[in-house]
C-alpha cells in the first residue's frame, strides 16, 4: 500500500453562507492528494502526458460525515491499496485539525492512450515507481 498525507487550507471561496466547505470542492481536494502521492513516487501527470497517457476518472464516491470549515488545514490522507493494471483507484479519508474525520471517498480512474483514446495497461515507468510498495507483483 502506498500513503500520503498532504494538508490543505479550507480558502473562503470554498466556503457556502454557513461556511461550510461546499460539498462539490472536496472531489478537488481528492486530486490535489492524489497527484501529490503520485509526485511522491517519482510520476508526475506532466511525465504521464509525456508517456502519451491519460487518466480520466470513471468513478467517485464520497461519504460526508463532517463539514470542514472556512480556515480549517484539512488532512487529505491519500491510499493506494491495491497494484493498478487497467484501473486505479485511489481511497482517501479527510481530517480536520482536531483529527476527526470528515469524509471517506474512492476515486478511480483507468489509462488511455492520447492518440489512440483506447484503454492502456499500466506504463511500465509507472509499474517500476509504485512495485516496491506491494511487495510480489
Same mark, same amino acid.
Given at each position: 500500500?502506498? !500513503? *500520503? ?9 470554498? +466556503? ?10 472536496? *472531489? ?27 487518466? %480520466?476518472?470513471?468513478?467517485? *464516491?464520497i461519504k460526508y460525515r463532517r463539514a470542514a ?8 490522507? +491519500? ?10 483507484? $485511489? ?12 469524509? +471517506?471517498?474512492?476515486?478511480?480512474? $483507468? $489509462?488511455?492512450? *492520447?492518440? +489512440?483514446?483506447? %484503454?492502456?495497461?499500466?506504463? !511500465? ?8 510498495? $506491494?511487495?510480489?507483483?
Open positions: 500500500m502506498i !500513503q *500520503a498525507d498532504t494538508k490543505i487550507r479550507v480558502r473562503y471561496a470554498e +466556503t457556502d453562507q454557513m461556511g461550510y466547505m461546499y460539498y462539490g470542492n472536496y *472531489a478537488s481536494y481528492y486530486e490535489v492528494g492524489r497527484t501529490e502521492l503520485m509526485r511522491n513516487v517519482g510520476v508526475t501527470y506532466s511525465e504521464l502526458e509525456k508517456m502519451n497517457i491519460m487518466m %480520466p476518472v470513471i468513478e467517485l *464516491a470549515r472556512y480556515d480549517d488545514v484539512v488532512t487529505v490522507r +491519500t491510499m493506494l491499496k491495491e497494484m493498478p493494471e487497467m484501473r486505479i483507484r $485511489f481511497d482517501y479519508e479527510l481530517y480536520n485539525d482536531s483529527e476527526e474525520l470528515l469524509n +471517506t471517498g474512492h476515486v478511480t480512474l $483507468f $489509462f488511455i492512450d *492520447a492518440t +489512440t483514446r483506447k %484503454p492502456t495497461k499500466l506504463p !511500465q515507468e509507472v509499474y517500476d515507481s509504485i512495485k516496491g510498495y $506491494f511487495g510480489e507483483v
